[in-house]
């Protein structure tokens, strides 16, 4: 059998599902771009990439070399192809303005460019996170574009995928029909798909959540997580096994691969964020890629892809995964 690449895949796209040429086009301009990220981030410390910069982002948290290089080389390599009205970034306080000198399209792209860089300095795996929504009509026209044209629920989004930089390199990804996967080749330099019709198990024996903040959880977190410890003699009738990589990638792409619970929830050391994760750029993208692989993402209380954005970079408490313990844990919100 022939090797379908992700050009190949694209391409079939258009022709079973209208996929239109410039969202396949971004899709590609995506792909390269997570392909120099990869190399960047393989080479470590022999690429005198590793280590902090002195800046901070809008989130407070103190840039890596890595998250600021792979921001640049995503906003270079989407800036000029007239595909994009616009991006926004975890990096960047405000939307990226394309710049005058290139046509604008119809797209807005929203990323994370390097999720989970704490792991970078320990050579544990991290990732790309994006997003694509249609840009509003005339938004921008005249002038600049504002942030009010990215506000838009995640049930909107056109595509949504991830990069992921660990022992291989693949790229995941739902064009809204289902979602594929796509290992780097690194001698012929293409992604080649091989993982198609992703399906997350409906029932679990695995959760993920970051249990250093249980003094800080609310009631029916509590309660969920004690329930999931107390194992077979425990309310749930079985024993559960625990996982964190720290980067929200990496935790999701073992999720899709064998199944399992993701949560980071809303938590009271800072009150006035809901949660750690960030709706457009983490949480939608993700949230997306999950229900589309038959999988279930909320923030205790709905669906994560209904809600209205409000800000950029707003918050939101995320439990994701396979179904019934999604259903239960946000049941036990209800209550
Ligand atoms: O982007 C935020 C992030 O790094 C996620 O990738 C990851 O899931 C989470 O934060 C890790 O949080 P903590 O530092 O609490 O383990
Ligand atoms: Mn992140």
Redesign the pocket.
Known sequence: MSRVTLSRYLIEQTRSHNTPADLRFLIEVVARACKAISHQVSKGALGGVLGSMETENVQGEVQKKLDVLSNEILLEANEWGGHLAGMAS?EMDNAYQIPGRYPKGAYLLVF?PL???SNIDVNVSVGT?FSVLRCPERNGENGDLGEDAFLQPGTRQVAAGYAIYGPQTMLMLTLGNGVKGFTLDRELGSFVLTHDNIKVPETTQEFAINMSNQRHWEPPVTRYVEELLAGKTGPLGKDYNMRWVAA?VADVHRILTRGGLFMYPRDSREPEKPGK??LMY?ANPMSFIIEQAGGASTNGVQRILDIQPTSLHQRVAVFLGSKEEVERVTAYHQN
């Open positions: 975890e994370d999720d989970g860089s996170i929200m994760l960030r983490e």
